[in-house]
């Protein structure tokens, strides 16, 4: 008996689950007479049963004790009480569909966006997931039947461009007062890159963007003209920081020409045009990301703005709109909740009175038609595969690089 573990040296106990490890315990058990050995042959038995299934020696204790009370060891059959299961394994992936859609919004946002899809749209599979809280969505998220489903997104790197602002334009609750700047797609090899032009309106966050291969007056100008035709709704101000590109008589004579409001950045003051700032990021930087594309493609991604990424920038992707509350001492506090959580154009119709703001031609029938036309997560599936093609074709036309001695 003394020799009992000495022996089992270099000896592995192998089984193929719980049950065949528990019938060796109670076999071991009652071949040895364990209950009638004494207290040092005991500590023996116990130890080599210890070595021999890698238990614990409270584990083993306890299989002893339930050995002595019933005469077996076997596997308990209770089952832990659990909560009922509201969301499907369909569900989970039928989230990460939307999330891939469109490059994971933050969660009111995909809220919003799951509960248009089955109030709006009438999607059956989003009937459960409509009535989810923001909370639990997160929850799901980070879940592993989501993870099973779920591509890896990287997250996004906003880009911080110091400006200052001279005059801070007052919209007063109207749709047309226009924040604009410009985000550079970068250089490589001395080789410019091209250049996203922003326009987001303060009320509704209606947004257009443009491309142009160079800055200049010559490329600026007819982009400039054809974001401001793409806003439904008459332009009243122009607001930009100090940059040449758009400080100057050609956009100056364009402006006067159209009876805008043009106003540029005061010194020293950063907060007045952080709407686009903001979007630059969000949007722009997230959707185009930060690689370098040719000037000689700027035509190409103009025309895949107008025709994909506006409409969905401003149809089916929503915005926050903080609520801003005042205290006793008169300082104000900005709050996003998540009913705050609407796309432009919804934000538009919300507007008292909207129908007089909108241009000559422009109405509800005609952009209740372009809303309508297709879901939010069908037309978010539908511009990136356009932005796929568009990056494969930039990439297939891009020139090769000259060998490096």
Known sequence: MDGL?????????????????????????????????????????????????????????????????????????????RFPSKYTVADFALLAKVDEAHQRLNGPATRRILEREWEVFGKKEFERLSGISVSHLYNMRR???????????????????????????????????LRVDTVHQGDQDGKKGVYHINAVDTVTQWEVVGCVSQISEQFLIPVLEAILHQFPFRILGFHTDNGSEYVNREVCRLLEKLRVEFTKSRAYRTQDNALVEGKNGAVIRKHMGNQHIGGEHAEAIQKYYTAHFNPYLNYHRPCGFATVTVNAKGKQKREYRT?????????????????????????WEKLDCKANSASDTEFAQRIMKAKSELLRSCRDRQAPLPPRW
């Not at 019938?23 to 210890?50: C, D, M, N, P």
């Not at 990287?154 to 911080?160: D, I, M």
């Not at 154009?345 to 241009?359: G, P, S, T």
């Open 143 to 177: 879940s592993e039947g989501y993870g099973k489903h779920a591509i890896y997104l990287a997250p996004t790197r906003p880009v911080q461009i110091a400006i200052g602002e001279r005059r801070l334009p007052d919209p007063r609750g109207q749709p047309g007062y």
């Open 339 to 363: 009913e705050d959580y609407a796309t432009p154009y919804e934000k538009l119709k919300q507007i008292a009175q909207a129908e007089q703001y909108l241009k000559a031609g422009v109405t």
């Open 5 to 81: 573990v000495q022996a089992s040296e270099g000896v592995d106990f192998r089984c193929q689950g719980r049950a065949e490890m528990y019938g060796w315990v109670e076999a071991t058990l009652v071949h040895w007479e364990y209950h009638s050995q004494g207290k040092k042959q005991k500590g023996t038995i116990r130890s080599y049963i210890r070595k021999m299934t890698g238990l614990s020696m409270p584990q083993v204790t306890r299989l002893i004790r339930l050995h002595r009370g019933t005469g077996c060891v076997k596997t308990s059959r209770k089952r832990r009480r």
